[in-house]
């Protein structure tokens, strides 16, 4: 049933694609107290009450969100399998950024280019990193990017507003329109000098790739390649892990966040 009344359609009509959806508590009263107008609709459980349910249906209500109580069976099948505590709502699409403002940020600013990499949740991990070290943004290049939609949202954890994402065709052109303003060119790759060997500059656009790693057209614009140092044991990290380490490295040469 429509707990918001103002004579819309029943739940049904609602039932969109997953792609879109948020859910979890917290990730739905972030989503609503800092990008309330892209939250196109809150649905609660059924049987869902106490003080998260009346601040998530307070906060619908300053945003003019409509909500609704649903059958649980719908949230488990938004929530793909992500753990919702009967909370969900649904998002319209993030817009993208220009990515040539970017390049006009002061100094200091690291900005993240990913180059070929296809997993919103990988995104939306490695825009968390971006929000918690206070990057400049971040840059999705290739034929096929992740959606910004829920799946990213989710991983993001109610970071998404606080990092401009852009979106370029080839990595390699933004690499040296970069390069054209002032910035270091640097890839990640295992085959790179140790990170903490290396000097990270106060303008500086970090390449990682996907799982075939960094296009060879944008490796021709690298000044650079660094590595991060792990056991031999080990293969790899994950993109979001990579990006998190060096992230922090560059930060902590260049003061507090």
Do not use: Y
Not at 48 to 53: C, H, L, S, T
Not at 156 to 172: D, E, F, W
Request: glycine share 12%; aromatic share 6%.
């Amino acid at each position: 049933m429509w707990v918001g009344g103002r004579g819309l359609p029943p739940w049904r009509w609602c039932c969109l694609s997953g792609t879109n959806w948020v859910v979890g508590f917290h990730a739905v009263a972030a989503a609503l107290e800092r990008e309330p107008s892209r939250v196109e609709v809150v649905w609660l459980g059924e049987g869902v009450g106490g003080n998260r349910a009346r601040t998530v249906l307070e906060l619908a209500r300053q945003a003019g969100v409509r909500f609704a109580v649903v059958p649980r069976r719908e949230l488990d099948r938004v929530a793909e399998g992500a753990a919702h505590n009967g909370f969900a709502a649904r998002l319209a699409p993030a817009p993208l950024a220009d990515a040539e403002p970017l390049l006009a940020t002061a100094s200091p600013v690291c900005l993240l280019g990913l180059d070929g990499v296809q997993d919103p949740h990988n995104l939306g991990a490695v825009i968390r990193v971006a929000a918690a070290f206070s990057l400049g943004g971040v840059v999705v290049a290739g034929p096929h990017p992740p959606p910004l939609g829920g799946a990213a949202a989710k991983v993001a954890a109610g970071t998404l507003p606080l990092v401009r994402v852009a979106r370029v065709g080839a990595l390699g052109d933004f690499a040296r329109q970069a390069q054209e303003a002032g910035f270091t060119v640097l890839g990640a790759d295992a085959r790179g000098e140790p990170v903490h060997r290396v000097e990270l500059p106060d303008r500086l656009l970090l390449c990682l790739g996907g799982e075939e790693g960094l296009r060879a057209k944008t490796q021709r614009f690298l000044d650079g390649v660094v590595a991060i140092p792990i056991a031999r044991e080990v293969e790899s990290l994950n993109l979001a892990v990579a990006c998190g380490i060096l992230a922090w490295e560059w930060r902590r040469r260049w003061g507090e966040t």
